[in-house]
């Protein structure tokens, strides 16, 4: 009985955690596959309000920021492969010694159980890792490409940060937020 406990207790434990996973492209953002999205988007009011056109060129920069992010990042199954392996080898060696000072605690019993909880959270750790090293490096380049001269010259009073948790920019749909063009006079 008690090991079937302890193995419901790992379940709903493996449960709880990887739960967060389904938020995609929620918390982990970063994962997500539309380089807008990874971004927040301000306008400067004296430039007047953001427009269709100014919300165009910047998703245009943070999708292009998302794939020279992408060539040059860590895999993801590297940087969660990684953070698991060092979860589940402090988690047993955490829950083996522990366990010593637990009455009746058995370390051939918790030592795996609790190891195992370590790499699942290592590994959840790595994606949040990685989700948060993408929509920083999206937002920060986003940021840097409307900085630059040209760029500015195009959308001025525009800038770009990065989005740790999903935004509601989308490449390809315009927010309501968003105003029409001016008409050319």
């Given at each position: 009985m008690t090991s079937n406990r302890r193995t419901w207790g790992l379940v709903l434990m493996s449960t709880l955690?990887?739960?967060?996973?389904?938020?995609v492209p929620g918390p982990y953002n970063g994962l997500g596959r539309d380089g807008a999205s990874m971004v927040y988007v301000?306008?400067?009011?004296?430039?007047?309000?953001?427009?269709?056109?100014?919300y165009g060129v910047v998703t245009d920069h943070a999708n292009d920021c998302l794939v020279d992010g992408r060539r040059q990042m860590a895999s993801l199954g590297e940087t969660s492969g990684t953070m698991a392996a060092v979860g589940a080898v402090?988690?047993?060696i955490s829950g083996s010694v522990v366990t010593?000072?637990?009455?009746?605690?058995?370390?051939?019993v918790y030592g795996p159980y609790i190891?195992?909880?370590g790499a699942i959270n290592g590994a959840v750790g790595g994606l949040a890792m990685q989700s948060s090293a993408m929509s920083n490096f999206v937002g920060g380049c986003t940021n840097g490409d409307l900085s630059?001269?040209?760029t500015r010259a195009k959308v001025p009073g525009v800038h770009a940060y990065p989005a740790p948790v999903r935004s509601n920019n989308r490449t390809?749909?315009?927010p309501p937020w968003i105003t029409a063009a001016p008409a050319s006079e």
């Open positions: 955690v990887l739960g967060g996973c389904q938020t301000h306008k400067n009011r004296d430039y007047g309000p953001m427009t269709a056109e100014d402090s988690g047993s010593q000072f637990i009455p009746g605690g058995r370390t051939s190891g195992t909880m630059d001269e040209r390809g749909r315009v």
